[in-house]
């Protein structure tokens, strides 16, 4: 039985792909273009009636929603240590409850800072700014935690993409991430893993099957 990742290049979905290749499966990984609103496609509607990406047939069964798709490939595969180990009750509480803080609290402030249009009927840029302002907050409190290396201190964890990927992302929706050097050397640190170099690669190779040159990676 095979795996098989849908996804966007520089879209959420790249922590999912991060999180395979960290764990070492083979999977095909099939790109969406959601540039031509390929996620509404009513072919991929079938394999994610909620229309977003990433969605992942695991030998068969169709996952969405990266938190639980991360927690269960997590339960699957706790050598790879994408979150703590779940011997400790209590450890695997965490790395659940840092799972839905990224998806359900992070998550939403990028795409208020990214697509803030999404948002309103009216003018953009003040939910533009009050997702900065969120994202500031945050970033303050991530600074002082992500100085010890990593989330989790001494440990890469996929907590750390995730991260990654909201603060990168928020950047080209105009966050001043420059601001918080502690968390662009985080990113440095993420981005030189050999897991994330083989997650650009892919990306880069939809880019181009799907005609793409105008997102950088």
Same mark, same amino acid.
């Given at each position: 039985? =095979?795996?098989?990742?849908?996804?966007?290049?520089?879209?959420?979905?790249?922590? =999912?792909?991060?999180?395979?290749?960290?764990?070492?499966?083979?999977?095909?990984?099939?790109?969406?273009?959601?540039?031509?609103?390929?996620?509404?496609? &009513?072919?991929?509607?079938?394999?994610?009636?909620?229309?977003?990406?990433?969605?992942?047939?695991?030998?068969?069964?169709?996952? =969405?929603?990266?938190?639980?798709?991360?927690?269960?490939?997590?339960?699957?595969?706790?050598?790879?240590?994408?979150?703590?180990?779940?011997?400790? +009750?209590?450890?695997?509480?965490?790395?659940?409850?840092?799972?839905?803080?990224?998806?359900?609290?992070?998550?939403?402030?990028?795409?208020?800072?990214?697509?803030?249009?999404?948002?309103?009927?009216?003018? +953009?840029?003040?939910?533009?700014?009050?997702?900065?302002?969120?994202?500031?907050?945050?970033?303050?409190?991530?600074?002082?935690?992500?100085?010890?290396?990593?989330?989790?201190? &001494?440990?890469?964890?996929?907590?750390?993409?995730?991260?990654?990927?909201?603060?990168?992302?928020?950047?080209?929706?105009?966050?001043?991430?420059?601001?918080?050097?502690?968390?662009?050397?985080?990113?440095?640190?993420?981005?030189?893993? +050999?897991?994330?170099?083989?997650?650009?690669?892919?990306?880069?190779?939809?880019?181009?099957?799907?005609?793409?040159?105008?997102?950088?990676?």
């Amino acid at each position: 039985m =095979t795996i098989t990742l849908y996804h966007f290049p520089a879209a959420c979905s790249r922590v =999912t792909m991060n999180a395979l290749e960290e764990i070492g499966l083979s999977y095909d990984d099939v790109s969406v273009n959601m540039r031509a609103l390929g996620q509404k496609a &009513p072919e991929y509607l079938v394999v994610n009636p909620k229309g977003k990406v990433p969605a992942i047939d695991f030998k068969g069964h169709i996952m =969405t929603e990266n938190a639980a798709i991360l927690w269960f490939l997590h339960s699957q595969y706790p050598a790879a240590s994408l979150l703590p180990a779940q011997d400790d +009750p209590l450890q695997a509480y965490q790395g659940l409850s840092d799972l839905v803080w990224c998806s359900g609290t992070i998550h939403p402030i990028v795409r208020q800072i990214r697509m803030p249009a999404k948002w309103t009927s009216g003018d +953009p840029e003040g939910v533009r700014a009050d997702g900065i302002d969120k994202m500031l907050q945050e970033c303050i409190t991530l600074s002082e935690r992500i100085a010890q290396g990593w989330w989790y201190g &001494p440990s890469w964890s996929i907590i750390d993409t995730y991260l990654y990927w909201a603060f990168s992302t928020a950047e080209k929706g105009g966050f001043p991430l420059d601001q918080f050097p502690v968390l662009v050397a985080h990113a440095e640190r993420v981005r030189a893993r +050999p897991s994330f170099a083989r997650v650009l690669a892919r990306e880069q190779a939809a880019l181009d099957a799907m005609g793409i040159a105008d997102i950088v990676l």
